[in-house]
């Protein structure tokens, strides 16, 4: 099982075993970490799923789709360049050792 | 008619056996009418009959088949090419029956259709243009407050759950002044006609000609003031993205389901914090928690409490048999509060982690405006975290009825403030 890390702005980090094929939204909903909110269940509709990718995994995830960029724009804290909604990024066993960082507010 | 429903099987019901292993499982026919003025008056107790009777059942009233757990609901609702909505989300099948009004050109189409229009529509209401209005709906919200807690004493129904959104909603669509009064009544209308052919929808139907004229009218790019949501679907026609037929359909998409809805949705919030002090202390302790007591509220009441979809084959659903072009109706308000999904389901809990509630609907149709009705709840249950000590309920609760929407007609409540 791929292991995803979130930290939180407070620097406190949480690690997570991740199930292929189900997105980080619902990996971090599924184990309560707060900070992401993800109101429309992964519709990509409400971004509160954001989240900041750590280093190097940018570059690792599927590209930021059409319409992901547009929602990215309606994020509530700032959208930096390695902004994505998690929602959208689909675990597979190459992500494991991922690191998201999570944004002060979600809404 | 019974309102708890007694249950036998389903043999007058075509199609309605099931193989599972090579054993036929019979869908259980259930005598309930799920749009009779009975079981509106307390839908829960028929609600968990539907539940435990299995996880798919038949309306022999109405001759439907139904699904009312979370996980099969959960479950259509995201298989559209199996459970589609183009032959109407409502009971009528658009295949056998003229539809009352043209159809909807996002909530009653499939893909590739609705793929087109869910993007038009996703960009208008989007996070983006929602930070844009959040302010003006905020104060709009604080002002409605003071006035009511000028007054003390007054029905939430119409002088909050109806007043607040019509200050907004109307003008944030770009709509004129005259002739708004008939904005809740087509509302009404529309979403009674979603329901069987009982009295509910044959005298919204009869009585709905002024409506329909006139927010037929007010569709018209040159009836919507510029910069609002109205006049942004018009500019896609512009860039090509939908034709200048299709704009006025999309706006009538707001008007249908943009405000009795949020009425709904309010007046949920409000009869949810009056009925349970303690979650509105501790909402006065963290006003924060308004967001989340606004989505507990739609998933707690689900004021939008049912759809139907059309099966576009055979299909299994958790082993039983349903035959192609068979209605399904799906209890959003049930599946709210399954046990199987739910801890504590009966208890209206702000903090709790409401993600996955299906009172919006879930995957490709899910509310296109569910931005707006949580920036609607979220501001007007802040602004009444901030300013209000406590919420009494001070005269008789009185429900209305409706074939798909639940909510009430009269809350008289006293508000003390802080
Ligand atoms: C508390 C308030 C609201 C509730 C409970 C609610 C509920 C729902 C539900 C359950 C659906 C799914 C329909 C289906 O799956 O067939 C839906 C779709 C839709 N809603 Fe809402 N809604 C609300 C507010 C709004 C608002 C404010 C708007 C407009 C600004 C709106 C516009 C729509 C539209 C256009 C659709 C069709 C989307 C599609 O088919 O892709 N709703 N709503
Ligand atoms: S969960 Fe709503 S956009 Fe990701």
Known sequence: MPSITFIHPDSRAESVDAKDGDSAMYTALLHGIDGIVGECGGGAVCATCHVYVDGDWMGKLSPVGDDEDELLEGVAAERLPNSRLSCQIKITPELDGLVLRLPERQV | ?418
């Not at chain 2, 189409?109 to 208008?124: F, M, Q």
Request: hydrophobic share 40%.
């Open chain 2, 1 to 418: 008619m019974t309102t708890t429903g007694t249950v036998h099987s389903a043999t007058e019901a075509a199609g309605a056996q099931g193989v599972n292993g090579g054993a036929h499982l019979r869908i259980p026919g259930l005598d309930v009418d799920p749009f009779a003025i009975s079981f509106f008056e307390d839908p829960h107790p028929t609600h968990e009959v539907l539940r435990e009777a299995g996880p798919v059942v038949h309306l022999d009233k109405w001759n439907v088949y139904a699904v009312a757990r979370y996980a099969e609901v959960h479950a259509v609702l995201n298989d559209p090419q199996t459970f589609c909505s183009s032959r109407g989300v409502g009971l009528s099948d658009f295949a056998k029956e003229k539809p009352w009004r043209p159809p909807s050109l996002i909530l009653e189409a499939d893909p590739p259709a609705h793929t087109r229009t869910r993007a038009v529509l996703n960009k208008v209401l989007s996070p983006a243009v929602m930070k844009q209005i959040r302010d003006r709906f905020a104060a709009a919200a604080e002002a409605k407050v003071d006035e009511l807690l000028a007054k003390g004493s007054f029905d939430a129904v119409t002088d909050l759950a109806e007043a607040y959104p019509l200050s907004v909603f109307p003008d944030a669509v770009g709509l004129k002044q005259e002739g708004r009064e008939h904005l809740l009544p087509y509302a009404g209308l529309v979403f009674n006609a979603f329901g069987p052919p009982n009295e509910l929808r044959q005298n919204a139907i009869e009585r709905s000609a002024p409506h329909q004229a006139y927010v037929q009218e007010q569709c018209q790019r040159d009836n919507l003031a510029p910069g609002g949501f109205g006049a942004c679907i018009h500019a896609r026609v512009d860039s090509g993205d939908i034709t200048a037929a299709e704009a006025p359909m999309l706006v009538r998409s707001l008007l249908s389901a943009g405000i009795d809805t949020t009425v709904n949705g309010l007046g949920a919030a409000i009869y949810c914090l009056a009925r349970y002090p303690e979650e509105f202390a501790r909402l006065r302790s963290d006003p924060s928690l308004a967001r989340n007591a606004f989505e507990e509220a739609v998933r707690y009441e689900s004021p939008v409490q049912t759809f139907f979809r059309t099966t576009t084959k055979d299909v299994e659903i958790s082993g039983y048999h349903v035959g192609e072009g068979e209605k399904i109706l799906m209890f959003l308000g049930a599946a709210n509060r399954d046990p199987r999904r739910w801890v504590d389901p009966e208890r209206y809990d702000i903090t709790r982690k409401t993600s996955g509630h299906v009172g919006f609907g879930s995957g490709i149709h899910m509310c296109v405006g569910q931005l707006v009705a949580r920036l609607e709840g979220e501001v007007m249950l802040a602004a009444l975290s901030r300013k209000v000590a406590s919420i009494q309920i001070t005269g008789e609760v009185k429900r209305r009825f409706n074939n798909t929407l639940r909510g009430l007609d009269s809350l008289p409540i006293t508000l003390t403030p802080a």
